[in-house]
Structures are given as C-alpha cells and as structure tokens.
C-alpha cells in the first residue's frame, strides 16, 4: 500500500526525490506472524523475517524506484503523521530546491492487540510530494501550513492526524486544529 502510493504520487521528471516514510506500527501483522510460528514451534518463513521491520516500505520503495536520495522513518505515536510531516520540514529546509515524498500509512492493529484499542480501525495511506515554497509547504499547486504547541495535559483519544489532515486538506477549511496525544497540530492554508 504505501509502496504503491509513494510511486503514484511521483511522475517522470519527479522519480527521485528526498523521502520521509512515516508508521506507527510499521510491519506489526508480519511480526506477529513471526512471534506465533515461533511459539508453534514452526518454521518461520524467510520473506516475513526480512520484510518484518518498520523501515521495510521505504526500503522497498528505495529499491523499485532506484532512489538514493536522503530517506528516514518516522515512528512516533499517536502523533506519527505530525512528526512525520515535521521530518519533511526539516529535509526541505536542509535541502530547500529539492522535493520532499511524504508518505503516511498505517494498518488495524492484528487480532490478537485488539484489546489495546489504539490503532487506526482501517488502513491508511497518504502521499505528498512537498515542496519549499516562501516558508510554507506546497504540495498539489495549493499552499499548506503546520504548527504545533505543546498540550497542557495528554489526551487519552485516540486520532489518527493523517485522517484529520486528510479531512483538513478536502475540506477547504482555512484552519483545523487537532489535539494529538502531547501537542496540538493546526493545519492551515
């Protein structure tokens, strides 16, 4: 899933940007694959072992893609997506005349976590190809702004940013702001 979007995100002309791949559980369903055949006393298979870390979509997407630019995972909590988009920032600034391929995703959590009740309740991909323009992000010809502050206590709801970005971005809306698990994210045009 974020393979195939980070490439359609991409034209010709656009093949090898800088990137960010942003999870919070990463490759979680192949780890647990591992964990139980393990406990089965089962052989564990060598595709699932390889592909069983959180870097494994960026990687893939390096590969296919022949891309040797600048890249990193972003594995931040409830507040991923936001981190994630902040890691784009900071690559932009680093590198202002290049593009910036954010990529977001996440699963449901495998049965057996269901009781943790933290996680996305369906998969989610988003890809955004960024760019440096005047201090603010663009992406898709239309401006974007984030900012954060620190939340004077945590918030035990559970929000996916990247669904409340997403929201943000179709909607129109000028400003949103969403309270992450320690910051508040406000998106902005």
Same mark, same amino acid.
């Given at each position: 899933?974020?393979?195939?979007?980070?490439?359609?995100?991409?034209?010709e002309s656009q093949s090898h940007p800088?990137?960010?791949?942003?999870?919070?559980?990463?490759?979680?369903?192949?780890?647990?694959?591992?964990?139980?055949?393990?406990?089965?006393?089962?052989?564990?298979?060598?595709?699932?072992?390889?592909?069983?870390?959180?870097?494994?979509?960026?990687?893939?997407?390096?590969?296919?893609?022949?891309?040797?630019?600048?890249?990193?995972?972003v594995a931040g909590g409830v507040d991923?997506?936001?981190?994630?988009?902040?890691?784009?920032?900071?690559?932009?600034?680093?590198?202002?005349?290049?593009?910036?391929?954010?990529?977001?995703?996440?699963?449901?959590?495998?049965?057996?976590?269901?009781?943790?009740?933290?996680?996305?309740?369906?998969?989610?991909?988003?890809? &955004?190809?960024? #760019?440096?323009?005047?201090?603010? %992000? *663009? !992406? =898709?010809?239309?401006?974007?702004?984030?900012?954060?502050?620190?939340?004077?206590?945590?918030?035990?709801?559970?929000?996916? &940013?990247?669904? #409340?970005?997403?929201?943000?971005? %179709? *909607? !129109? =809306?000028e400003n949103s702001v969403v309270d992450?698990?320690?910051?508040?994210?406000?998106?902005?045009?």
């Amino acid at each position: 899933m974020a393979v195939t979007t980070g490439i359609n995100c991409l034209s010709e002309s656009q093949s090898h940007p800088k990137c960010v791949f942003a999870s919070r559980h990463g490759e979680l369903t192949r780890t647990v694959k591992i964990l139980e055949s393990i406990a089965n006393q089962e052989d564990i298979s060598p595709t699932d072992f390889s592909l069983s870390v959180h870097n494994t979509s960026l990687g893939l997407f390096s590969i296919l893609t022949q891309n040797k630019q600048p890249a990193t995972t972003v594995a931040g909590g409830v507040d991923t997506f936001g981190y994630g988009l902040l890691e784009s920032c900071v690559l932009m600034s680093r590198f202002p005349d290049s593009k910036v391929l954010f990529v977001y995703h996440d699963e449901p959590l495998p049965d057996k976590y269901s009781e943790f009740k933290f996680g996305p309740k369906e998969s989610i991909c988003i890809a &955004l190809l960024l #760019s440096w323009n005047e201090n603010v %992000l *663009s !992406g =898709a010809n239309t401006n974007v702004s984030m900012s954060m502050k620190e939340r004077a206590t945590g918030s035990d709801e559970e929000r996916d &940013l990247g669904e #409340s970005f997403l929201k943000h971005y %179709l *909607s !129109g =809306a000028e400003n949103s702001v969403v309270d992450g698990q320690s910051r508040q994210w406000v998106w902005g045009r």
